[in-house]
């Protein structure tokens, strides 16, 4: 059963037992203080409890906690507008990448894209290899080689040739290598001495399976390197979505994108009603 048509029953069907109403909304990974907030305001007396009560409730109350203004990125200037996608090994960043490359195209823009994972050989040539099926240029480096070289190279070659947008992969790291961590901070550092505005994005790429430890991954993420925002993927997996609640919450982090399938077009850009529906409607 979903978790909001177990949290009705629960809510509608004779006396509530409040722990279970509060472990059935942890189990969503909507996060301590969002749990915290949907009982409070699920007890507040007057309510007369109804499904669509409760689904009142809870869309008021996410909805709040997600709100914020769609994502409208201008090309700067004099160099590329440059998004690095970061996060743990396995989450989807190199798809999401060629994804956000292939949504960028349907807009319109052109992107460059840095093949920065430089650890696996075969994650340059995935990167190259949705390049050239999607029709998208990829700056590819030595396997092995500096990946904050790589992106500095990749930078000059959008400045030079005015390509509007530069979107760097990156290998795949866990949390707790502060060797690996202490990486990521030079691309970025070596990105700002180009532009001081770049990187103008620093997303975490947060698989929605993984429910809970995506909020660690995203809070060690942001003590690294002062992430700029989320994008959530196998939503099509799982039916959870409920992390991304408590990323935004706790970390006060925009939700940029969703992915929801292993294809260019199973992406789009975050839409807060969207994605409450469907946290509400989902079956897992
Ligand atoms: N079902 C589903 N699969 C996805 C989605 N996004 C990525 N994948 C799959 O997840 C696997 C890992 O994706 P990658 O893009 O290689 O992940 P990564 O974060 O770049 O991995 P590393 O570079 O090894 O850290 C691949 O099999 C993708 O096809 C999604 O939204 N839904
Ligand atoms: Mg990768």
């Known amino acids: ?116 994972d430089t650890f696996r050989a075969a994650a340059i040539e995935q990167l190259v290899s949705w390049g050239s099926r999607l ?45 690996l961590m202490q990486e990521l901070g030079k691309v970025a550092r070596t990105l700002s001495k180009q532009d001081p505005a770049a990187p103008h994005e620093k997303w975490i790429v947060v698989d929605a399976t993984t429910g809970s430890n995506a909020l660690v991954q995203a809070t060690e993420f942001h003590k690294a390197v002062g992430l700029t925002g989320v994008v959530v993927t196998k939503l099509d997996g799982s039916g959870r979505g409920g992390i991304a609640v408590a990323i935004a919450q706790e970390l006060g982090l925009p939700v940029r994108f969703t992915g929801f399938g292993e294809r260019e077009s199973d992406f789009r850009p975050f839409d807060p009603i969207v994605f409450v529906e469907g946290l509400l409607d989902a079956h897992g």
Not at 41 to 47: I, N, T, V
Not at 137 to 153: F, I, K, N, P
Not at 157 to 168: G, K, N, V, Y
Request: aromatic content about 6%.
């Open 135 to 179: 029709g998208f240029e990829v700056v590819r480096g030595q396997y092995q080689g500096d990946s904050a070289a790589l992106c500095h190279d990749a930078w000059n070659s959008a400045r030079r040739r005015r390509i509007p947008f530069l979107l760097c992969d990156t290998a795949g790291r866990l949390h707790t290598k502060g060797n």
């Open 1 to 116: 059963m979903g978790f909001f048509k177990n949290l009705v029953s629960r809510l509608t069907s004779g006396p509530v037992d409040w722990d279970e109403v509060e472990e059935v909304l942890i189990r969503a990974d909507l996060g301590v203080p969002m749990v915290n907030r949907l009982l409070s305001a699920l007890r507040q007396g007057g309510l007369k409890v109804s499904a669509d009560n409760v689904r009142g409730v809870l869309k008021q109350e996410i909805l709040a906690a997600l709100a914020q203004p769609a994502w409208d990125p201008q090309p700067s200037g004099d160099g590329p507008f440059t998004i690095l996608l970061v996060g743990v090994n396995g989450t989807g960043k190199t798809t999401s990448c060629a994804k956000l490359a292939f949504w960028l195209k349907s807009q319109g823009h052109t992107p460059l894209l840095a093949a920065a």
